[in-house]
C-alpha cells in the first residue's frame, strides 16, 4: 500500500508559478512511477504529466509542455510537479498517483492504483 499527499496549491496570479509536492508513505515509493492529473470544474479529470520510476523519462500534456517540469527524488520519497507561466485555464485540483504498470506514460487513470486527495490550484486572471 502506498499513501500519497499532495501540498502546495493555492491562490496565484497569471504568469506565476507554483511548486506541488507528493508526499510518500507506505510500500517502496521508488518502484512506482506517479502521474500528475488535475480535474477543473465541470470537467473530467485529465492527465498532466509522469514521471518514471527512476526519474530517467518524464512525458507531459501538451498543453503544459515548456511550463510544467515534473521531477522526483526517492531518498526522500517525493515528487513534485513544477509550474511556471500559469494561465487560469490551468485551475483545478491537482492529484498525483502512484502506477506499478509499464503503461504509466499513457495516462490512462486505470492504469493507476494508488491516489492522492488533490490539492487547489486557482490562477487569476
Known amino acids: 500500500q502506498v499513501q500519497l499527499v499532495e501540498s502546495g496549491g493555492g491562490l496565484v496570479q497569471a504568469g506565476g508559478s507554483l511548486r506541488l509536492s507528493c508526499a510518500a508513505s507506505g510500500r517502496t515509493f521508488s518502484h512506482y512511477a506517479v502521474g500528475w492529473f488535475r480535474q477543473a470544474p465541470g470537467k473530467e479529470r485529465e492527465f498532466v504529466a509522469a514521471?518514471?520510476?527512476?526519474?530517467?523519462?518524464?512525458y507531459y500534456v501538451d498543453s503544459v509542455k515548456g511550463r510544467f517540469t515534473v521531477s522526483r527524488d526517492n531518498a526522500k520519497n517525493a515528487v513534485y510537479l513544477q509550474m511556471n507561466t500559469l494561465k487560469a485555464e490551468d485551475t483545478a485540483v491537482y492529484s498525483c498517483?502512484?502506477?506499478?504498470?509499464?503503461?504509466?506514460?499513457?495516462?490512462?487513470?486505470?492504469?493507476?492504483?494508488?491516489w492522492g486527495q488533490g490539492t487547489q490550484v486557482t490562477v487569476s486572471s
Open positions: 498517483a502512484g502506477s506499478g504498470s509499464a503503461y504509466y506514460y499513457t495516462g490512462r487513470e486505470n492504469d493507476y492504483g494508488y
Open positions: 514521471i518514471s520510476w527512476s526519474g530517467s523519462s518524464t
